[in-house]
Each structure stands twice: as structure tokens, then as C-alpha cells.
């Protein structure tokens, strides 16, 4: 690399050993797009962000296949946010992975759990700007222009939404790459990377605890008479621990992933077993 590619790289990232320029930094911006377009319900938008993040991924290990595949195996783990912000998220990863590729005695396992706790805030911040405002500012524009029969209706439309959107993921990735960097730079110069990997993989668990008792919604509708008085099972379970039902699912659901028992064959299990007890009368949705 020549004096003037090295000072140019230096002024786009800001951090004279870094391997990745702006071209990168608009990679992972288009790339971002694609973040729903393989969306399952076992990893989510895991695909999607790795994709985001495969080019800046495959140069910084460069000449080090066994290091990419782990990095790419890292980047596979369950991930679901509101696609704008998930780009300041990306500039993060990589700058850990640029961490992680220079000094392999770190602990890989802090990028996840930050990844994880990031999550929640990040998606409430992006549902309320994308979703409640720029969505809603964006249409009724669109409806107004429309109905006096402007033929620019939908160019407002697009304009409105997709401007803020685009701004977002553009500085989302540089703020999280530079600010995100020099941030967990101090974390493990002053040995407190290890405690917030901690705390972020507590709020992580919390985040899983709350989407389980919001998303899997399994009671118990048995009842049971004892001289005048009426047993509703349900209840006494949630005096045990409220959501226990769902609890207890999705806890044999992971023990099942953790077996390495197959997806399609947990999923065929919940079909019989909740059909089964279903009829039974045994358990509600």
C-alpha cells in the first residue's frame, strides 16, 4: 500500500491499522437492504446480517480461512431488529471482529451478547421513527398528493420514508465502526470487557424472557370441581410462575437445538403434541 492509499484510509476510517475504507462502509449499507429477504423463524435476520457484513468480513481475515469460517459461525446466531438502526449494530461486529483478528486471545463470545443487547433499545428507537412517524408522515403525504390527482403521489411517498432510512443506515455503520471501537477499546484496556459481556448477556435473557411471554401464548383451560369450590389449573400455575406453560415450551424447545435435534422434526413434535393435548382439552392457544 502506498503512503497516499495509506493516509486515505486513514481519513475514512479514522484508525490508522484499519483494513476497511468507505467502499465497505457503502458495502454494508446496500448490503443492509437485503437484511429481511431470508427471514426465518429459527435465526431470524441472522443470514441477512451476515451478508451485510460479508465483505468488510472476508478483509479483515484475510489469508485466514479458519478465522472467517468461526467469524461467520459466530455471525449465524438468532438476530431480529428494526432494519435502519441494524446497521450501527453491523459497525460494531466488525470493529470487535477487527479486535478479535488481531488479538485471538480475546474472548469471541462479548460480539453476540452485544449484539443481543442492542436489540430491544435499538428496535423500540427505530419501530417509533420508522414505523410511527416517517411511515405515517410519509403516506399521508403521499394520499394528499394523490388525491388531487399529482402524479409525483408516490415519489413523495418513497422520498419521505426512504431518505431518513437510507441517511440512518449510511451513519449507523461509521458511528458504530468508529465510536463502537474506541468504546470497547477502553472496555478491555481497563478489563471491563468481561463484565459487560455479562450484563449484556443478562439483558439479552431478559429481552428472551419478555418476547416468550408475549409471543408463545399456551394456558390451560382444565378446571375441576371439589364440592362447591371451582379448581382452575391455570391459575394455580401462574401462581407458581406466570407463563409457566410457555416457559416450560420454549425451554424443551432449545434443549432440543442444544441436542442437535432437527428443526423440522421439533416442529412435526409441536404439531402432534400440541394437536394431541389439544383435543385432549389439556391446553389452549
Known amino acids: 500500500m502506498t503512503a497516499h492509499n495509506a493516509m486515505d484510509e486513514r481519513e475514512v476510517t479514522g484508525k490508522p491499522d484499519s483494513k476497511l475504507t468507505s467502499a465497505d ?22 443470514l441477512g446480517f451476515l451478508y451485510g457484513i460479508g465483505r468488510p468480513l472476508r478483509k479483515i481475515y484475510a489469508g485466514d480461512n479458519e478465522g472467517l469460517r468461526e467469524a461467520m459461525r459466530r455471525h449465524m446466531a438468532a438476530f431480529n431488529m428494526t432494519c435502519a438502526p441494524s446497521t450501527f449494530v453491523m459497525g460494531i461486529a466488525l470493529a470487535m471482529e477487527e479486535m478479535y483478528a488481531a ?127 371451582q379448581i382452575i389449573i391455570q391459575e394455580y400455575l401462574d401462581q407458581i410462575i406466570p407463563k409457566l406453560l410457555p416457559l416450560v415450551a420454549t425451554l424443551s424447545v432449545y434443549g432440543a437445538l442444544k441436542r442437535n435435534i432437527k428443526v423440522p422434526l421439533i416442529i412435526a413434535a409441536l404439531v402432534i403434541l400440541g394437536f394431541g393435548l389439544g383435543v385432549c382439552g389439556a391446553v389452549a392457544m
Open 25 to 46: 462502509f457503502r458495502s454494508v449499507t446496500l448490503r443492509s437492504l437485503a437484511l429481511m429477504s431470508s427471514f426465518n423463524y429459527e435465526r431470524m435476520q441472522a
Open 103 to 229: 488479538d485471538r486471545s480475546i474472548d469471541r463470545s462479548g460480539v453476540n451478547a452485544i449484539k443481543v443487547s442492542l436489540m430491544g433499545p435499538l428496535s423500540g428507537i427505530g419501530d417509533t421513527f420508522f414505523w410511527g412517524i416517517f411511515r405515517i408522515l410519509a403516506c399521508s403525504l403521499g394520499v394528499s398528493f394523490a388525491a388531487q390527482g399529482n402524479p409525483i403521489a408516490p415519489f413523495i411517498l418513497l422520498l419521505v420514508f426512504n431518505v431518513p432510512n437510507m441517511l440512518v443506515r449510511w451513519f449507523g455503520v461509521q458511528l458504530g465502526y468508529h465510536r463502537g471501537s474506541e468504546l470497547i477499546e477502553r472496555l478491555e484496556r481497563g478489563g471491563q470487557m468481561k463484565l459487560v459481556t455479562h450484563c449484556a448477556g443478562i439483558i439479552g435473557a431478559i429481552s428472551i424472557g419478555t418476547m416468550i411471554a408475549m409471543w408463545v401464548s399456551i394456558t390451560c383451560p382444565l378446571t375441576f370441581a371439589i364440592g362447591d369450590m
